[in-house]
């Protein structure tokens, strides 16, 4: 069985930022693994997708730069909790240059056998 969430194009970005502040919030708090936070969300082809959509820089950027984090823990662990409340920072203030959605999206949450 799957979960799927759709969601207008038009909120996804902001729906996507939301699913990005959680995993960055987790791996701060260490409820995750960057390993984990890797399978969710922090890809190339994430990356990719997003880009080749039209999203923002910002956004693709922030997932670029969760793609490294597993490189800067290897390389520089001291610099690790400083890149992840970085990348907090950068996803909030896109969550917030936002629209307000409210009541005014288009969204499906389905079960698929």
Do not use: Q, W
Request: charged letters at 25%.
């Amino acid at each position: 069985m799957r979960f799927n969430y759709s969601i207008d194009n038009e909120h996804a970005e902001k729906f996507i930022s939301l699913l990005v502040l959680g995993v960055l919030y987790s791996i701060k708090e260490k409820a995750i693994s960057i390993d984990e936070a890797e399978v969710f969300i922090f890809t190339p082809s994430t990356s990719r997708i997003l880009n080749e959509a039209g999203y923002s820089n910002a956004l693709v950027d922030i997932i670029d730069s969760g793609c490294e984090l597993e490189d800067v823990a290897d390389l520089i662990p001291e610099r690790l909790t400083d890149n992840v409340k970085d990348l907090i920072s950068k996803t909030l203030s896109l969550i917030r240059a936002s629209d307000y959605i409210a009541g005014t999206t288009d969204k499906k949450i389905n079960l698929i056998e």
